[in-house]
């Protein structure tokens, strides 16, 4: 069992956030951050037994900007 498991953030396109887990094939989305950290709980909750869940979700979050050379 993983001591903890990471997704990573980004802003959707059309609008809110998705997070996809590193390692393992889960993904989700949600309108905020609020909405966000919830779905990516009940994810988790979803694709572990309960006595391999990891303790801790990390959430990190990549921000992608543009600029002019």
């Known amino acids: ?3 903890e498991i990471i997704f990573s953030v980004e802003e959707a396109v059309e609008g809110g956030y998705t ?3 590193l ?3 889960i993904f989700t989305q949600a309108e905020t ?3 966000l950290r919830e779905m990516v ?3 988790v ?3 572990f037994d309960e006595g ?3 303790a801790v979700i990390r ?3 990549v921000h992608n900007e543009m600029i002019p050379a």
Request: charged share 40%.
């Open 41 to 43: 709980r009940d994810a």
């Open 52 to 54: 391999g869940r990891p």
């Open 23 to 25: 390692g393992h094939s």
């Open 19 to 21: 997070a996809r887990a």
């Open 33 to 35: 951050m609020e909405e």
């Open 59 to 61: 959430l990190h979050r």
């Open 45 to 47: 909750r979803c694709h």
């Open 1 to 3: 069992m993983d001591s």
